[in-house]
């Protein structure tokens, strides 16, 4: 029997020292209260709450996620909505790695949660939370069905010809090796909401969405059915981002090896945590680059050059694979507020049927909207993400 249309869900997202939470109502996207609990496993977690437009914080010691789900708990029952009241239907759990066995939301069982544990070779810095949170989550909400939604589902669509690395087949097969696609339940949320907004069918619809916050993702969409994505076996593969340098030559490990004697942990670390904007320009946050860009720093504008140039890159490469493009749209927090980096992507694309409108792109709006001349063939749009009531939406439907 399906959950009544007002029906809450607990939208839970474990990270490895996190504990990110929302509480909302799937069918009309109302957030009851929302908030983290961060720096698990140190000395001092920061504990945020966020309800009814007031915000709560305090520190406190958080040493597992069994304790970060007991502070989020206090939480509720400090400043509300109170939990037990609130009828939850459900509770849906963020997995960053499905492996290539999981392509649709499932309701976790043992079996499933031992699967979400061996995958977690595929994703160290991100399966084991959420193993974690789920377990905890479990044990203080034992009587509704726990929902895991994977962040690579949505790209177990890919073609062999896509998803296939060009290494031994023996051992790819063996080791599960090959392209599996990251942020997907961001990109099945946008490129449904572009559907909706411009009132057409999903699967008319040629699509390019740009994921571009920390992390950052493309992907290639055909009538709602993902062809292509940037990310690869592990969230390191693609383009540029806030700390990771995106594709690089595969010999730079052995190279710096040789070089400088780096171990393989220590080039890895450097790939995923000191690269992308911050080694360029010694910041991540584009907030930040922007103001390095307004004085005239020479790192920063090089720093934006190299991001630019990738987006570019893969741009083509899908406009390629798909034929024809309908519509390209930007997310998540750079794509959502960052005009330049909008401007910079489609210049000198026009040819290509790519025309913005330099007004409307540097307009700030929280809603989604077109960004494009009346003129350009291909629809160019910004469309806030929302995870959370994805995952909202995807928990509910399996109750």
Not at 106 to 118: P, T
Not at 210 to 231: F, K, Q, W
Not at 340 to 356: D, I, K, S
């Amino acid at each position: 029997m399906s959950a009544a249309p007002g029906a809450p869900v607990l939208v839970l997202n474990s990270g490895s020292s996190s504990l990110k939470y929302q509480l909302l109502i799937p069918a009309t996207a109302d957030v009851l209260a929302a908030g983290s609990v961060e720096k698990i496993g140190e000395s001092t977690g920061l504990i945020t709450h966020r309800v009814a437009g007031e915000s709560f914080s305090s520190e406190d010691a958080v040493p597992d996620h069994d304790a970060a789900l007991a502070a989020l708990i206090r939480q509720f029952a400090d400043h509300g909505p109170d939990l037990d009241d609130a009828g939850i239907v459900a509770v849906g759990h963020r997995v960053v790695h499905g492996g290539p066995d999981f392509s649709a939301p499932v309701v976790v069982d043992d079996a499933v949660l031992s699967e979400i544990s061996e995958l977690s070779a595929l994703a160290p810095l991100h399966n084991p939370g959420a193993v974690a949170g789920i377990r905890a989550a479990q044990g203080l909400f034992p009587r509704v069905p726990h929902v895991a939604v994977f962040d690579t589902a949505f790209f177990t669509s890919l073609s062999p010809a896509a998803y296939t690395y060009a290494i031994p087949r023996e051992l790819a097969e063996r080791h599960r090796i090959r392209r599996y696609g990251m942020h997907g339940t961001s990109h099945q949320y946008v490129s449904q909401t572009v559907a909706t907004f411009l009132g057409g069918e999903l699967r008319d619809l040629n699509q390019i969405v740009l994921h571009l916050g920390n992390g950052c993702s493309a992907s290639a969409i055909r009538g709602g059915v993902a062809i292509d994505t940037s990310m690869g076996l592990t969230p390191l593969q693609g383009l540029v981002m806030g700390t990771r340098s995106g594709d690089v030559d595969p010999s730079l490990h052995s190279f710096l090896n040789a070089q400088l004697g780096m171990s393989i942990g220590e080039i890895d670390t450097m790939l995923n945590k000191e690269s992308g904007l911050k080694g360029l320009s010694g910041v991540n946050d584009f907030r930040e680059l922007e103001k390095l860009l307004a004085a005239g720093e020479r790192t920063a504008q090089l720093a934006l050059d190299v991001y630019v140039h990738r987006l570019k890159h893969y741009l083509g490469a899908y406009l390629v694979q798909l034929g024809r493009l309908d519509t390209l749209t930007f997310t998540a927090g750079v794509g959502e507020n960052t005009p330049a980096v909008r401007a910079g992507t489609v210049q000198g694309l026009a040819g290509l049927g790519l025309e913005l409108d330099p007004a409307l792109n540097e307009a700030r709006s929280k809603v989604a909207r077109v960004i494009s001349t009346p003129s350009s063939r291909v629809t160019i749009l910004v469309v806030p993400t929302d995870e959370e009531l994805a995952i909202g939406r995807q928990a509910i439907a399996l109750t």
